[in-house]
C-alpha cells in the first residue's frame, strides 16, 4: 500500500530535549515536505527536499533540521525544542516538482501531535 | 507569507446543497491544488488545476482559476455528510515552495 509514515504520532517533551520525527515513504517520491500546522493558520512549511541531498528552508525553517540520506526517508530534528513548537506536525511526498510544470499531488503523513513543556 | 486565503472561514449548509469555497493568492503560480482534511488527519488530496487551465471536474467537484483575479473556487454539489471537513487551497512558486491557506471549515447539517 503507498502510504507516507511518520513516528511517533504522539510526542510530549521537555523544552531543550533534542528530538526526531521520522518519516518515509514507499512510493519512491522525489519531493518531500514538512509541514506544521496551528490553529487559524493553516499548514506552513518548515523544509522542503528535491530530491536526496537537496534540502531547502520553506516558510518557518527556525529551530529545525532536516536531512535527505535517502529518498525514502526525511526526518524532522529538533535539537532544543521550545514551547512556541507545540503543534501537529504533517510529513507529505509527492512523484517530483517539476521547475516547470511545477508541484504534484502531494500524499500526506497521518501527523505527530507534538507538545513541548 | 501566507500566500493562499479561503473564504469564508467556516461554512454551514444543509445536506443536498452545493457549497462553494474560495481561495485568493498574492503571486503568480504554476499550479493550485486542493486538499481535504477530516479532524486532526492527514490531508487529502482532490484536485490539482494548472495556471494555464481555467475550469477542471472530478465527481462532485468543480474547480475553477482565474490567474487574472489571483483566485480559485472549490464548488461541492449535492453536498452529503461526509463532506464534513476542512478545505485548504495550495499554491506552489518558481522557489519550489508549496504553500498552504488557513482553510475552510465545512459542516453539513443533516
Known amino acids: 500500500e503507498a502510504q507516507v509514515t511518520q513516528n511517533p504520532r504522539y510526542l510530549i517533551t521537555v523544552t531543550g530535549k533534542k528530538l526526531t520525527v521520522t518519516c518515509s515513504q514507499n512510493?519512491?517520491?522525489?519531493?518531500m515536505s514538512w509541514y506544521r500546522q496551528d490553529p487559524g493558520l493553516g499548514l506552513r512549511q518548515i523544509y522542503y527536499?528535491?530530491?536526496?541531498?537537496?534540502?531547502d528552508k520553506g516558510d518557518v525553517p527556525e529551530g529545525y533540521k532536516v536531512s535527505r540520506k535517502e529518498k525514502r526517508n526525511f526526518p524532522l530534528i529538533l535539537e532544543s525544542p521550545s514551547p512556541n513548537q507545540t503543534s501537529l506536525y504533517f510529513c507529505a511526498s509527492s512523484r517530483k516538482f517539476d521547475r516547470v510544470a511545477g508541484s504534484y499531488e502531494q500524499y500526506f503523513g497521518p501527523g505527530t501531535r507534538l507538545t513541548v513543556t | 507569507s501566507q500566500q493562499g486565503e479561503e473564504d469564508p472561514q467556516a461554512l454551514s449548509i444543509q445536506e443536498g446543497e452545493n457549497a462553494t469555497m474560495n481561495c485568493s493568492y498574492k503571486t503568480s503560480i504554476n499550479n493550485l491544488q486542493w486538499y481535504r482534511q477530516n479532524s486532526g488527519r492527514g490531508l487529502v488530496h482532490l484536485i490539482l488545476?494548472?495556471?494555464?487551465?481555467r475550469e477542471k471536474h472530478s465527481g462532485r467537484l468543480r474547480v475553477t482559476l482565474d490567474t487574472s483575479k489571483k483566485s480559485s473556487s472549490l464548488l461541492i454539489t449535492a453536498s452529503r455528510a461526509a463532506d464534513t471537513a476542512s478545505y485548504f487551497c495550495?499554491?506552489?512558486?518558481?522557489?519550489?515552495?508549496?504553500?498552504f491557506g488557513s482553510g475552510t471549515r465545512l459542516s453539513i447539517r443533516p
Open positions: 512510493m519512491n517520491h522525489e519531493y
Open positions: 527536499s528535491m530530491n536526496v541531498e537537496v534540502t
Open positions: 495550495a499554491t506552489d512558486s518558481s522557489a519550489s515552495k508549496i504553500i
Open positions: 488545476i494548472r495556471s494555464n487551465e
